[in-house]
């Protein structure tokens, strides 16, 4: 019998990672033979490890703080939205050449779209943050059909910085917090702001009528921002769907199959 193909998730830290859990509930659905482990590499030791673990027979893995931006620069071909994104979570190693991809956005538009319910397309989207998290939305929502797309962050140049990279794909403008102006039909808290529990400077001006709101945190209590969004009335999703359909995409990029991410959802759902 052939020993399952490998998989790793890769980080520093990483004994928080979900995505053990979470490929291996999707192996045993679609009766994929596989073994998927956490590796935590050392800071500086990030493309080693990639090396070591191709040259063990690895056929991929999915990559987390702080090693995006290295696993980009270390692929050898980078899919459309990894490029779009500047970041890769998830590495392909096929006949020693590494594909990079990022799934993170697509696992966003999916989560909103399929998951919640809420259609993209014509929709007036303000993204707070201009970070890697926000980045990697972009070409997705415009994809999805957006019709537009504000960038709102404390740092005004970074999301300039970001409008100007995008210009070409859709209708994209910067703005400061307290510019915004105008009510969105959706909200994507892209800050890490929730991590601390704060709440980017914002009013409930931001929200049209019927609104849906999103935040790309997730935990086992609503966000600050999901708990402003429910003061005003605004329907608010969490992260956690997000982070089960980025994994659901990376592994279809592996296995060409794609898991049911209902019942993987409402298990992640149960033990948060
Ligand atoms: P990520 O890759 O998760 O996007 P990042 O590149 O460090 O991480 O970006 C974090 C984002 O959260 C930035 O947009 C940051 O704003 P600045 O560019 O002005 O630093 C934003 N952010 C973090 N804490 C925040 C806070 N308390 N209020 C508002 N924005 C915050």
Avoid at 69 to 79: F, G, N, V
Avoid at 151 to 165: G, K, P, Q
């Amino acid at each position: 019998m052939n020993a399952p193909d490998r998989y790793m998730v890769i980080g520093n830290p990483v004994a928080h990672s979900k995505s053990p859990q979470i490929h291996m509930a999707f192996a045993e659905q679609t009766g994929q033979d596989l073994r998927y482990e956490r590796l935590l590499a050392p800071l500086d030791g990030f493309a080693s490890a990639v090396r070591d673990f191709i040259a063990q027979g690895g056929k991929g893995m999915s990559v987390t703080v702080p090693f995006k931006l290295e696993a980009h620069a270390l692929a050898d071909t980078l899919t459309d939205s990894a490029q779009a994104a500047g970041a890769v979570n998830a590495l392909k190693f096929d006949d020693g050449r590494i594909v990079g991809d990022n799934t993170d956005g697509a696992g966003l538009v999916r989560d909103i779209a399929h998951n919640a319910g809420v259609p993209l397309l014509g929709k007036h989207i303000l993204i707070l943050g201009a970070g890697g998290a926000a980045r990697g939305a972009i070409l997705p929502l415009f994809q999805a059909g957006a019709a537009s797309l504000t960038i709102a962050n404390r740092t005004m140049a970074r999301a300039s910085e970001l409008a100007a990279a995008f210009s070409e794909q859709g209708n994209i403008r910067a703005s400061g917090f307290a510019a915004l102006e105008g009510g969105f039909d959706i909200v994507i808290n892209a800050t890490s702001a929730s991590i601390d529990g704060e709440l980017p400077p914002v009013g409930p001006a931001i929200f049209a009528p019927g609104a849906f709101a999103y935040d790309m945190m997730y935990g086992k209590e609503p966000t600050v921002f999901m708990r402003f969004a429910a003061e005003h009335g605004v329907t608010a999703r969490d992260g956690l769907g997000m982070l089960v359909e980025q994994a659901a995409e990376a592994f279809v990029l592996w296995r060409g199959v794609r898991p049911d991410t209902a019942p993987v959802y409402a298990a992640m759902r149960a033990c948060e």
